[in-house]
């Protein structure tokens, strides 16, 4: 093939590029009906929000002293983690994908329940995991001895659990993603104020942790 052919070849591929780049980048566009950022953080102060999150706390706390009479466990430590986020301000789709329900501003809780089981963990584990609600695709084969957190079906809704291996494997504490310019709101409170999962498992002995989530308040862009 002669230079100049070769030439043309090379711009022709460049020219396809270049196309498929700008077909692509006009999918990107502006979020239609995205408040700005400043209206977003009223709503977030708003009345209305906060007795959302008052009232998804309250059903997640109620959650875990069923979950604590149902086990045998006794709650020791409640950790919740509330996190505000805006959404894109961009809509990007590749062709041909299916667009999803796209939203301005959600709020989701993240409740942790740390219990102290009333027999030594070692039979403690077992037992609970024996009284769990028989979900074969979740609990089967769930091994006392293999490190968490693992997902299973409580009767309710699937979760994640996890408990101390003494020696082996302690409960992770929990730790915040790095914050980024769409939280507009997070916090982590404990439950007594100041003792954190170590201090618990100190005064307690072994830990079981039932890790309980809701997205409380979800506001679609408008269209």
Known sequence: MSNWRRGSAKVEGILGLVVLLAALAGQAVLAPGMPATWRLR????????????????????????????TY????????????????????????????????????????IGYFAPSEPVEQAVPELIERLPPQPQYSRDLDPHSPGPHSVHDGREVVQIDWDIPGEHLIP??????????????????????????????????????????????QPKSR
């Not at 977030?44 to 069923?66: H, N, T």
């Not at 999962?197 to 989530?213: I, N």
């Open 173 to 218: 504490d929990w730790q915040l993603p790095r914050k980024s310019r769409k939280h507009l709101r997070r916090t982590v409170t404990n439950d007594p104020a100041g003792l954190t999962p170590e201090q618990a498992r100190e005064a307690h002995g072994p830990l079981v942790a039932w890790y309980l989530t809701d997205l409380y308040y979800d």
């Open 42 to 69: 009223r709503v977030v102060r708003s009345k209305a929000f906060r007795q959302a999150r008052e009232e998804a706390a309250e059903q997640l706390r109620e959650r875990l002293g069923e979950i604590a009479r």
């Open 72 to 111: 045998g466990l006794r709650l020791v430590l409640c950790q919740t983690i509330d996190s505000c986020s805006r959404g894109s301000r961009l809509n990007f789709r590749l062709p041909h994908s299916t667009p999803g329900v796209e939203s301005a501003l959600t709020g989701h809780l993240r409740i």
